[in-house]
Structure formats: C-alpha cells, structure tokens
C-alpha cells in the first residue's frame, strides 16, 4: 500500500527486471513515461523522492551504478553539492622520481615544484612508493639518513592507490580510514598501472571547508573545550545536511563516528596535559577508554548522553587506591568536558568518573565473570551496556584482553546466552492488533512512538546475543553484526539482511526527527508522519518478530523459566 514501482525504465533507461503479483484486490495505478518526463526536469522533488525509491529497492546494484545520477537537493534547484557525488580531479601533472635518486634531489624538486610529495615510480611509470615532507622531518632532519641516501631508503610503501572518478566523500573517508594525508591515482586504480595524478587532503580542505576531514584536522590542532565545542555543532550541521539528502546511514555514521571519537581522544589528551602540568603522579601502567552503549556500537548519531568506562592496567597492590583515584580524576575531568561539548552525564551514571565503572583489569573480569555465572535480571541488564563496549583512546589491547575474557566464558553449554535471548524477545514488535504504532499509555511522552526502547533495541538485542553465541565479538556496531551473520549462517542470510536494512531505516528516522526536534529523536508522534513515512517504519518492524522466533527455537526458550 503507497509503494510506487516499475522505476527502471524511467530512470535507469532499463527494461522491468522483476514481475509483480498482488496476492489480494489491489487499485494501481498507471503512468505513461513519456508524459511523466518532462516532470522529472521540472520539478526536482520529484526526481528525488523516485530516486531514493528506486535506490532502496536496488541496494548495492543501485550504489555502483546511479548514485552519482539521480540525487538531488530537496530545495528544488536540482544542483547537488553533496561530498557523495561531488568528484575530484587532480588539477596537476604528478611531481615523481625513481628510487635511485637521492633525497636532496627529490627535495629540491619537491621545492621547485611546491607540493608537499614525491611519488617514486619504476621504469613504467608504476607508483612503487611516496616520499612526503613528513617522511623528510622525521627522517633526514632529525639525522637519521644524510641527504645523498636514495630516496628507496626512506620512503613509504607500499602506496595507497585509488581509481579516477571517486566521489570526495570516497577520497576522504580513504583517508581518514588509512590515516593518510595523499593518495596516488593510477589509471585502474591498482599499483601495477601508471600513475595519473596525486590527491591531498589540502585539495579536500580547500573544496569544503566544513568536510568531515577538515573538522578531524581542526579537532586535532584545538587546545581547549571551547573550540571544540564550535566543531562539535559544525559537524551537528554536516549531520543535518547529510540526512536532509539522504545520504547512506552507514556513511553517516562513519563519518559522525570519526568526528566523535577524534573529540574524544583530543579531550582525554588535553586533561592529561592539565593532570601532569599539576604535578599529579600518573600510575606506570596504561589506561584504555571505553564508549558504551550506541557510542560503542558506532551508532551515536545525535548527541545523546554519555554511556563510557575505564579499564587501567591492574596496579601493585600498594599502589591500587592512588591509581584509581587519578583514573577517576582523569574521568571526571573528561566526562565535563564531553557534557560541555553537549553530550550529557547519563542519567543512571553509567560513566567512567563512576568508580563502578572505573576499574582494573583484574576487577573487570571479576565483575564480567560474576555476571555471566550468576545473570540475573540485573546481571543481563548490565551485560547488555558493557558488552558492546568500544576502544577509543589509549591502550587497546586491555580492551582486548576483556573481550577474550568474555568469549572464554560464554558458551552454549552455559544458561548465560540462554538469558541473554530470553531478554531479547521481552519487546514484542511494536504494532498493535489493528497495525496501528504501540505508542507510551503515560507519562512525559504520553501517545508517542519509542523508537528505540520498541523498535531498535529487538534489533540491537537479537544481534548481539546471536553474535555471542557465534564466538564473534570483532564487531559491536549492530549492521556489522548481522551483515557477519550473514556471511555465518546463509540459511538465514535473508532475514540478516532484512535486519541490517530495517535498522539502518531506524537510524534515519531517528537522527531526522531528532535534529528537527533538537531532542534524542526517541520519541516519535506518529500522528506527524505521512503514510509513506508510516508505512516504511511498519515494514522496518517485520524482521523483529522472525528473529524473536529464531531465538526462541535456537536457545530453547520455550522451556526456558
């Protein structure tokens, strides 16, 4: 009901791929193409509402090969200055060398030539390495090599390539993920190619002064809350924007991810500053912070309130009460600073300056471990919080250590998991007899939609025990989870991806009514929505019910008390 079909022939020029077949009486209605075209031109709402149609009943297919085609502005003016379409072309011949040539060589023509890199080549023209003025600092400066070594001593390799025709958003998110400041573009995008031209994160800088690389860039070089802050409502603009054109939500979050967890480790790096400039004895072992909740699962979108923990390397016992309590100093003063920045204290202190939550590497297992023998209400409660938890600053391999713990301890043979499923199916899809939206019966939001509490917890629930009881803890965000699913258990690939669709719609719906609502975008008034908007929500509910079903057979819950 509201679905619109048979887009192919009018936007991707292509004959009908599936056949329809309505299973009750139906009224459709039919369009003629060649009236309906000249409307397309005209009116560039239209184009844009049929081309986010088409794109989710095409998915990937869609993605490779009209996403740069048919999205536009919702403002009518057809243009699209959108970093996922925009494309960038070096605007120079690439500066290169061979590997035999020295270092004073490929620097004085790096001068002549004023850019920041020299990309080495074999005798085909092959990149084969780069030599930057980062690599000329840290490795000639300082003295470590005499100027008249060959630039093959010295330089990085092997390179990172990329193809020509990326969008920004590519180029960037290429970068950022590899913590690169250029890319060497080659004719098909391999090393074994010639090379065509040289990407800098300067040429990304100049084009979007607000893009997400400039806001890490900015993020890095800020020295107090402050600035910080100011980015942290930029990158609140760039969410809106993004969400606005229906940008892909995987994207999105990526890019919201980035910028959060670059605000994060530059916060923690800046007390740290202020703990030592205050002569307060740091402990010698390491520390690593831990986010929580939707932070831990990448999901955090919206600046809702804080959900993170500490874990610091278990301390001589003698030094034990000094070490937590500079631990809990460092929390305190991080925590402040995320409430400044406009994420607020949880409201049940889940929290690292919570000296519950700020513990040893010793009482962390403890406490893991007491869970997991003995999960009661309260137990699953809490493992279901911690157990998504996230690395972000500091040492990782503490994180590691954790989560190895947890895997060692959970097993199919243990009632754990059994409890874990049994609180996952608590939450019935959320539509009532008559289809209608299950909405709260009182208080504060007396008649709204909970999306999260009724819809994306079955989701977020269902993922993670079934990702547990698959051994599997490298992925916490929720679409990981189950696309890993996919892969694991292809008898049930379908209703895994179902999943990850619906939950990425949930997503969208969330972040959209939160921003216009300047809220957590929780509560939703079904009655402001448009029946397409209805509609969609009511079809992201039916993969709930079958994954219920599936953790009830799996974990035996029928028999289960």
């Known amino acids: 009901e509201g679905d619109v079909l048979g887009l192919r022939p009018l936007l991707a ?238 994207f999105i979050a990526s890019i919201i991810n980035e910028v959060n967890d670059a605000l994060l480790i530059k916060i923690i790096q800046l007390k740290q500053a202020d703990l030592q400039n205050e002569a307060l004895e740091v402990p010698s072992g390491s520390f690593c912070w831990l986010n929580l909740g939707s932070g831990g699962r990448q999901e955090q979108l919206l600046r809702t309130d804080q959900d993170n923990a500490l874990v610091y390397s278990t301390p001589d016992p003698k030094t034990a009460e000094s070490t937590k309590a500079y631990y809990l100093e460092l929390a305190r003063r991080v925590t402040a600073d995320l409430n400044y920045c406009g994420f607020e204290y949880c409201p049940a202190e889940m929290m690292a300056s919570n000296p519950k939550w700020c513990l040893s590497l010793k009482a962390w297992k403890t406490k893991f471990g007491a869970w997991m023998k003995e999960p009661g209400s309260k137990e699953i409660l809490m493992s279901s919080i911690f157990f998504d938890f996230r690395p972000v600053a500091g040492d990782f391999s503490l994180s590691q250590d954790l989560k190895a713990f947890i895997l060692a301890h959970v097993d199919n043979r243990t009632p754990f998991l059994n409890f874990l499923a049994k609180d996952a199916i608590q939450n019935p899809p959320p539509l009532s007899f008559f289809r209608n939206f299950v909405v709260e019966k009182g208080g504060d939001h007396v008649d709204s939609f909970d999306i999260k509490a009724r819809a994306m917890m079955p989701l977020t629930d269902a993922a993670r025990v079934l990702s547990l009881s698959t051994g599997q803890m490298d992925q916490s965000n929720t679409i990981a989870r189950f696309e890993a699913l996919h892969e694991l258990e292809p008898q049930n690939a379908a209703l895994y991806q179902q999943a990850a669709d619906a939950y990425r719609i949930l997503m969208q719906y969330r972040a959209r009514f939160g921003l216009l609502h300047h809220s957590s975008g929780r509560y939703l008034d079904p009655k402001a929505l448009s029946k397409m908007e209805r509609l969609e929500l009511r079809n992201s509910f039916q993969p709930i019910r079958e994954l219920q079903t599936l953790l009830s057979t799996r974990f035996n819950l029928a028999f289960f008390i």
């Not at 081309?51 to 869609?62: C, D, I, S, V």
């Not at 270092?103 to 020299?118: D, F, G, L, P, T």
């Not at 074999?122 to 003295?143: C, F, S, Y």
């Not at 930029?234 to 054109?245: D, G, H, R, S």
Request: one cysteine or more; hydrophobic letters at 35%; glycine letters at 4%.
């Open 13 to 250: 020029d292509q004959q009908y791929g599936l056949q329809a077949v309505t299973i009750e009486p139906s009224l459709i209605y039919g369009i003629d193409l060649e009236q309906f075209r000249p409307l397309l031109a005209k009116y560039a709402e239209v184009s844009f509402y049929l081309a986010k149609t088409f794109a989710k009943g095409l998915h990937q297919n869609y993605e490779d090969s009209y996403r740069n085609v048919h999205f536009f502005h919702q403002d009518g003016t057809g243009q699209n200055d959108l970093l996922e379409t925009q494309q960038l072309q070096p605007h120079r011949a690439p500066v290169v060398c061979n590997k035999r040539q020295t270092i004073q060589e490929a620097a004085k023509e790096m001068q002549a030539q004023r850019v920041s890199s020299i990309v080495v080549v074999n005798d085909q023209r092959h990149p084969i390495g780069i030599l930057t003025d980062k690599d000329l600092r840290n490795r000639v400066v300082t003295g470590s090599f005499p100027i008249d070594t060959s630039v093959e001593k010295i330089m990085s390799n092997p390179v990172l390539t990329v193809k020509a025709g990326l969008s920004l958003a590519e180029i960037q998110m290429a970068m950022i993920k590899h913590k690169l400041h250029h890319l060497v573009q080659t004719e098909d995008g391999t090393p074994d190619t010639p090379i065509t031209g040289v990407i800098t994160e300067h040429d990304l800088l100049v084009l979007q002064a607000n893009n997400p690389a400039a806001l890490v860039r900015r993020i890095k070089h800020s020295n107090n809350r402050e600035d910080l802050k100011e980015v942290r409502l930029v990158a609140e603009q760039l969410l809106q924007k993004y969400i606005t054109q229906d940008v892909n939500i995987d």
